[in-house]
């Protein structure tokens, strides 16, 4: 029987250690929560055109708060 | 309580919170934690279309927006409305976002507390103390005798 080559053994551990780091740090999703008045609550993402508006309006927020 | 101090008193209890704004609900600002008012006054203005924004966006639920947190990839940008006054926040990704909407509605209470007034020492009259005993004793031997 042919033993796995050491470049497929580097190829499976590269995969493994992509997959682990992805798995601990997933990417955050942009989007927006509404609460309003009595207690209720609305979620608004980038798949949504309202939801895009309010992320570039809060990207210009935090861009207002940060630049110098 | 005055805008400035309780802003100040933000950010001393609330290390979630970059930078913070108040502001009235078409842009002008009361107070902020940024060092310039030209940089405020822009957060303010974002902060207001953003927030006429959310209004638009839940027009359909026709209940008026209180509260808004927009989760951005690196900051969440955070909006707390009470009336007319409106506190605008940014904070480090992934905010305790309980904690950071419960510290931006107190900052928003402590300014609508009215002042404390000294209070007003009223005076009141001062109660006649009853005759003693010596005084009533001359004025009964002066009665006496003058009867006599």
Redesign the interface.
């Known amino acids: 029987m042919r033993r796995p080559s050491w470049l497929l053994l580097l190829l499976l551990a590269a995969g493994a250690a992509a997959a682990f780091y992805r798995l601990r740090n997933p990417r ?11 207690g ?1 609550l ?1 979620t ?1 993402g980038e798949d949504d055109p ?2 895009v ?3 570039t ?11 110098r | 309580m005055d805008p400035e101090q309780s802003l100040a008193d933000l950010k001393q209890i609330s290390a979630q919170v ?2 913070a ?1 108040i502001f009235r609900q078409e842009g002008t600002v009361v107070a902020s934690t ?1 060092e310039t008012s030209d ?1 405020a006054a ?2 303010a ?3 207001a ?2 927030l006429e ?2 209004k ?3 027009a359909d ?1 026709e ?13 969440s ?1 955070v909006i707390v409305r009470e009336g007319e006054t409106v506190i ?1 926040a ?1 904070t480090a ?2 905010p305790t976002i309980g904690l950071v ?1 419960y510290d931006l509605r107190t900052c928003l209470g402590a300014l609508a507390e009215p002042k404390q007034k000294p209070k007003k020492t009223e005076q009141k009259p001062k109660k006649k103390k009853p005759a003693g005993r010596k005084e009533a004793k001359e004025a009964k031997e002066e009665n006496g005798g003058a009867a006599a």
Do not use: C, I, N, W
């Open positions: 955050r999703r942009e989007m927006v929560d509404l609460y309003f008045d009595d209720s609305a608004y309202d939801g508006s309010m992320l309006l809060a990207r210009a927020v935090r861009h207002a708060a940060s630049s | 970059d930078e704004v940024l940089r822009g957060m203005t974002a902060a279309r953003l924004a959310a638009q966006a839940g639920e209940k008026p927006v209180v509260q808004l947190e927009a989760r951005l990839a690196d900051a940008v605008a940014t990704a992934a909407m």
